[in-house]
């Protein structure tokens, strides 16, 4: 299930996944739980974000990805996608120029108008989120190892941090990545306040 809120905190934007159903629902509601809009059933069931000014792009079931108005009125289409996978994990730079999104697995950054698409980065790592800096110029990127399942003991291995310019394309942000356009985060964490590698599974950079 993913739940986002809009800029001006005022709707939230909800997609329900069941198995029963085989795909998203999304809905978008008011504070007090009024339906304001169904994404699905005008035929968007796929990713969905938020601009900085209100407005909403999402995903149908044939790729395409579609910009709406502050009233849920459809704008344009974007651009379209083919498999194996559709964009998830949608997300808007803070200037609203940009979006951020994975799409067959790896993370991408795009135009609003759909231009400039390119893989941001590369490695044998599972990248597993992404955020934007304040200023739209970088992503904060996470990425662990494939086989490395989140046990309930919790001692997987913990997704290291990485900082790539939004620009750049194919960068390597492994585990011994030595990519100078990867910054590896780090925090005075360990022993004697020595600098350590840092990990989250979930980023977001304020």
Sequence with gaps: MAIKLS???EYIATGLFRYEWGKAHIIVEDSNGN???DFTAAGFNGSFGWLPDG?????????????FDRGFNQIRRIRQFSGPSLPGGMQASPDGSRLVFFWNGRIHVMNLDGSSLHQVATSDLWESGAAW??????????????????????????????????????????????DPRSFEVKGATGRNGELLALCARRVSWR
């Design 55 to 67: 407005r909403m792009v999402a995903a149908d079931a044939n790729g395409w990805l579609t910009l």
């Design 7 to 9: 800029p001006d905190g």
């Design 133 to 178: 800096s304040p200023d739209s110029k970088y992503l904060v990127i996470t990425g662990a190892d494939h086989d490395s399942t989140v046990s309930a003991q919790g001692n997987a291995p913990c997704p290291e941090l990485h900082i790539v310019n939004a620009d750049e394309s194919m960068v390597d942000v492994g585990y011994s990545s030595r």
């Design 35 to 37: 339906l304001l809009f």
